[in-house]
C-alpha cells in the first residue's frame, strides 16, 4: 500500500458525458501527478501540481483539467468524454521534486466510455 | 520526445536466471528511476539513479547509467515468479525535473 488512493477503482460512461477522478496523496507529499495509461499509447504524463499550484503540464488535451484544494488532494476532470478516453488514469504523490521526485502511485482508476 | 525506451519490449526466463532490461532516452536528464507494475495495478517505485551516479544496488537489483549513451539498464539476479511484472524507466527533464517521461515497458515473465 502505497499510501496514495484514488476513488473511484472503476467507472463506466457514455460519450460526451463528464466525471470527475479524485486522488489524496500520501501524508506530507505536496506534490500530485496525473498519469494515463492506455494500451497503445502506455504511461502519459498529464500535469502536475505543487502545493495547489500547477507546476508542469505534459499531453493533456484541453477537454481535461485538474487541480489541488488547499487539503492537498486533486481531481482530474474529464468531459466530452470520448472512446479513446477508455485507460486507466493514475495518480502519484512525492514530497517535493527539489529534493527527491521519487514518486508513489496509487491504484489507479479504471475509466470506460462505451 | 524526451520518452524513453525499453528493449527488450518482452523477456521470459526461468527462475534462478538474472534478467537485464535497458533503457534509452533522448535529452539531458536529472535523474532516472526504475518502477515495477503489476497486471493492471499501481507502480512501485524499485530504484533512483541521480546523473552523476554510476551505479546503484538496491537488494537484487543493480542499476547503470551511462549519461554519454543516454542508456540505463536494470539488472534483476536471481529471478523469483514473483518478479513477473512490466518494468519502467522514468526520466525527468533537466529543465523541467517536475515533467516525468516513462517509457513503454519490458514485460518481464518469470517461470517457475
Known amino acids: 500500500d502505497s499510501g496514495v488512493t484514488q476513488t473511484p477503482k472503476h467507472l463506466i460512461t457514455a460519450t460526451g458525458q463528464r466525471v470527475t477522478l479524485r486522488c489524496s496523496p500520501r501524508?506530507?507529499?505536496?506534490?500530485v501527478y496525473w498519469y494515463q495509461q492506455s494500451l497503445d499509447q502506455g504511461l502519459q504524463f498529464l500535469i502536475q501540481?505543487?502545493?495547489?499550484?500547477?507546476?508542469a503540464k505534459g499531453n493533456i488535451l484541453e477537454r481535461f483539467s485538474a487541480q489541488q484544494f488547499p487539503d492537498l488532494h486533486s481531481e482530474l476532470n474529464l468531459s466530452s468524454l470520448e472512446l479513446g478516453d477508455s485507460a486507466l488514469y493514475f495518480c502519484?504523490?512525492?514530497?517535493?521534486?527539489?529534493?527527491?521526485?521519487?514518486?508513489?502511485f496509487g491504484p489507479g482508476t479504471r475509466l470506460t466510455v462505451l | 520526445s524526451q520518452q524513453g525506451e525499453e528493449d527488450p519490449q518482452a523477456l521470459s526466463i526461468q527462475e534462478g536466471e538474472n534478467a537485464t532490461m535497458n533503457c534509452s532516452y533522448k535529452?539531458?536528464?536529472?535523474?532516472l528511476q526504475w518502477y515495477r507494475q503489476n497486471s493492471g495495478r499501481g507502480l512501485v517505485h524499485l530504484i533512483l539513479?541521480?546523473?552523476?551516479?554510476r551505479e546503484k544496488h538496491s537488494g537484487r537489483l543493480r542499476v547503470t547509467l551511462d549519461t554519454s549513451k543516454k542508456s540505463s539498464s536494470l539488472l534483476i539476479t536471481a529471478s523469483r515468479a514473483a518478479d513477473t511484472a512490466s518494468y519502467f524507466c522514468?526520466?525527468?527533464?533537466?529543465?523541467?525535473?517536475?515533467?516525468?517521461?516513462f517509457g513503454s515497458g519490458t514485460k518481464l515473465n518469470v517461470k517457475p
Open positions: 502519484a504523490s512525492s514530497v517535493d521534486p527539489l529534493e527527491n521526485n521519487e514518486q508513489f
Open positions: 501524508s506530507g507529499d505536496l506534490s
Open positions: 501540481y505543487y502545493n495547489g499550484e500547477e507546476r
Open positions: 535529452t539531458s536528464i536529472n535523474n
Open positions: 539513479i541521480r546523473s552523476n551516479e
Open positions: 522514468a526520466t525527468d527533464g533537466s529543465y523541467n525535473f517536475n515533467k516525468f517521461y
